[in-house]
């Protein structure tokens, strides 16, 4: 009974003693994650398939910078116009409001949340990465064509934001 004893002590002062580590998971160590699975799964494609992965990938990648770049120089272009008519109308360069709770019925409010709102969702589709699934070898075609497939989607999605903050501009500019 007393070693029983004395062993319940040791496990109590042990697990009081020794500090509990919780590990926190970032988007970056799922993508590295998901990276690894594909490189290996990759590795058993012919090099010939290897080559045309890394020829799509590449081609996606530049493809998504490119139109990321151009919607990003577009709501650019925006917020330099709604700066402008900011300056020649005299109108306070102070929000009204604490940032939470927009006034969006003032034309000057609803273009310059719809402008930061594109401006946004165009940093987060340059920063995305599209990966291919890599169902099967005989399959590569198919898993190409569907992260192409969700690009067109993404950027369709994004051009919708990028117009609704230049109609935003528009009614202002009309008023």
């Known amino acids: 009974m007393p070693q029983l004893i004395r ?25 590295n994650e998901k990276r690894e699975a594909y490189e290996t799964k ?35 272009r925006q917020g330099e116009i709604l700066n402008e008519y900011i300056l020649r109308n005299d109108i306070p360069t102070v929000p009204e409001t604490d940032g939470i709770a927009r006034n969006l019925s003032n034309p000057v ?5 719809w402008i930061t709102y594109a401006h946004e969702a165009i940093a987060f589709q340059a920063a995305k990465n599209y990966m291919f699934g890599l169902s099967s070898e005989a399959n590569i075609d198919r898993d190409i064509i569907v992260q192409i497939g969700a690009l067109q989607n993404d950027i369709g999605i994004l051009k919708g934001k990028v117009e609704k903050s230049k109609t935003a501009l528009i009614q202002m500019l009309k008023k």
Do not use: G
């Open 7 to 31: 062993i319940l002590a040791v496990v109590l002062l042990l697990t009081i003693s020794v500090p509990q580590v919780f590990a926190r998971t970032t988007p970056e160590d799922i993508f």
């Open 42 to 76: 990759r590795q058993t494609f012919s090099l010939e398939n290897q080559k045309k992965l890394d020829l799509y990938e590449e081609e996606i990648k530049n493809l998504n910078k490119f139109i990321s770049e151009e919607l990003e120089n577009n709501t650019l």
């Open 109 to 113: 409010e609803n273009a310059r949340y």
